[in-house]
């Protein structure tokens, strides 16, 4: 019953995009939320990927998983992620938030690629199979059952190119699989809150 509350509340707990909204399964189509000069000059002013970087992991060494924010998959995904991680070990922002933009720019990637979910470490970060992989290690659905020893199997024994193939296998049609929605998920209510990365630590 919990879960199937989480889902519905997720549905419903949505904020507008920071500055676009995904268009396909790749890049992001740019589009300003206002056009008008006075609205535009009260947006506030982001700061430097690296500086970014540095304020969500200075009091904070969880991880983050950057996720598509208008993905239903990738939101669903994220409901059974805060389920399967009693101990709240890991963090979350919508690719298309201003946080995870400055921190794919941070990791060498353009600021509007969706086309990954993203693992984002202190000390690195990654994506497609390997970011799944990452955040099954820290997953834990009963306290007798961890993922870790499977997710080591699974990096040891499948190879990369046959895992990412997989991965993008779903990713490049998971607005087929579960559609999408127009606005993004920033942010959870509640009994969540911590787990979501303030977007304001990317300000200037």
């Known amino acids: ?28 189509t740019t589009h300003l939320l206002s056009t008008t ?41 994220v409901n ?35 086309s990954s979910i993203v693992f984002v470490t202190n000390t690195g970060a990654y994506t497609k199979s390997d970011a799944i992989l990452g955040i099954t290690e820290e997953l834990n659905p009963l306290p007798i059952l961890p993922l870790k020893p499977f997710a080591k199997i699974a990096t040891n024994i499948v190879p990369q190119f046959l895992r990412d193939l997989i991965y993008d296998g779903v990713a490049d049609n998971r607005y087929s699989i579960m559609g999408k929605r127009d606005e993004c998920r920033m942010d959870y209510d509640g009994e969540f809150t911590d787990r979501f990365v303030d977007d304001a630590l990317a300000n200037a």
Not at 40 to 51: D, F, I, Y
Not at 83 to 112: E, I, K, M, T, Y
């Open 1 to 28: 019953m919990r879960s199937i509350s989480r889902l519905f509340i997720s549905l419903q707990l949505v904020s507008n995009c920071s500055g676009f909204v995904g268009s396909g399964g790749g890049r992001a």
């Open 80 to 114: 059974l992620a805060l389920d399967w991680d009693p101990n709240a070990r890991l963090r979350f922002a919508a690719l298309q938030s201003n946080v995870g933009r400055s921190l794919l720019q941070s990791h060498g990637r353009q600021a509007d690629d969706i």
């Open 37 to 77: 000069n006075n609205n535009l000059s009260t947006l506030p002013s982001v700061a430097e990927p690296n500086v970014v970087l540095e304020k969500v992991f200075s009091e904070d060494k969880r991880p983050i998983i950057l996720f598509d924010g208008v993905c239903n998959l990738c939101n669903n995904a």
